[in-house]
């Protein structure tokens, strides 16, 4: 069994995984913006997203699976500097969350979408999805993909 519920993993196949760091501070994906009868996507989020394709194509090229995925993302995210030392010793021992914005889900739709036509053709292939966020030394996204 996975770890993504119960989904159960073919033994036969050893499935080979693929890890992508991105390293900065995470961006969600932002709203599609409206005008002058078209739609398009914010220069920040473009941005965010041309990034991510150059940290995976300079990682592991252009690999284009196929079939069905698996994805862990880890945001990680830096301390806020305002924070005592117990309270920046217990981040870093994982005994505090890393709430507040982005949002995980922003995070993931903007590293996912922005991966089509790199790792994969279509986010749509991901069938599981492990997203967490975490405080870290240095803000990055670690992301795994595994094929199913």
Known sequence: MSAC???PLKPAIEATAFRVEIPGVARGKGRPRFGNGRTFTD???ANAEAWVRQCAMDQVGQLMLEGPLRVDLSINVSVPVSWSK???AQAMDGERWATGRPDVDNVSKLALDALNGILW???AQVCCLSVVRQYA???AIIMTVTPL
Do not use: C, V
Request: glycine share 6%; proline share 13%.
């Open 86 to 88: 117990k309270k920046h």
């Open 5 to 7: 519920g119960q989904i």
């Open 43 to 45: 220069p920040q989020t």
């Open 137 to 139: 030394a240095a803000p």
């Open 121 to 123: 053709k279509d986010d």
